[in-house]
């Protein structure tokens, strides 16, 4: 069974910081995606990466793809409020499970002024 | 452009009362579609998927269901809802190809409170 952990769950930080969401997952992959869900809203889509060593960024984020470690980062650079949200990785593990996603449980960002 | 909409945007049931909630894509044809369920404070639950009208797959015994009457078309339903029925419940689509670029979109979702 895929197993998608996201450490930490929860991240305070102050404005202006700098810091890192992490991503594992158990199988083999080259199909990882980046959601972010503000309190009672659905999901939009960040970032999608599809291979080893991928990179995306956008504003003050910044997803990339070690497919090898099983391992996607997400790098919150000089942090704003407005960053504040749940961000969620999901992985297509695609050759066992065709077109589905399997999420991780989300990383609950506060950003402190 | 390709838009999804769901409702109810809330609904408030009792337990033991059938359940409908409908989504409709707009703007694509023959899309994959998916239905999950988020508890609060959780991450998201697959359900249901379906890759045509009639197809369905089951992620997770329950006593939910789901029907693809029509192409773009997705209804989850229940005949009797537990309380541990409620959550937020959110439909998505993705591209009839698979091709891996293509995020899964999502709609608004339905908040369901179960008494």
């Known amino acids: 069974e895929l197993k998608v952990e996201q450490n930490p769950l929860f991240l305070s930080m102050q404005e202006g910081k700098n810091y890192t969401i992490y991503c594992n997952y158990s199988?083999?992959?080259?199909?990882l995606y980046w959601y972010r869900q503000d309190p009672g809203k659905s999901l939009e889509s960040l970032f999608v990466l599809l291979s080893n060593g991928a990179v995306k960024q956008e504003g003050r984020l910044m997803a990339s793809l070690d497919t090898k470690a099983r391992l996607s980062t997400l790098h919150i650079t000089a942090a704003v409020h407005d960053l504040s949200a749940t961000y969620f990785c999901a992985v297509d593990p695609t050759m066992e499970y065709g077109n589905k996603l399997v999420f991780g449980a989300g990383t609950i960002l506060r950003v402190k002024s | 452009s390709q838009t999804i909409h769901q409702w109810p945007a809330t609904l408030v049931q009792p337990v033991g009362s059938p359940l409908s909630l409908e989504c409709t894509v707009e703007g694509t044809s023959n899309p994959n579609l998916y239905w999950y369920r988020q508890a609060a404070g959780r991450g998201l639950q697959l359900l249901f998927y379906s890759v045509g009208i009639g197809q369905i797959s089951s992620e997770v015994p329950q006593n939910l269901s789901a029907s693809r009457p029509q192409d773009r078309q997705f209804i989850l339903s229940s005949k009797k809802l537990l309380l541990s029925d409620s959550g937020f419940y959110l439909c998505a689509w993705s591209a009839p190809e698979y091709i891996g670029n293509q995020p899964q979109h999502f709609g608004d979702g339905t908040r369901l409170s179960i008494l």
């Open positions: 199988t083999t992959s080259d199909r």
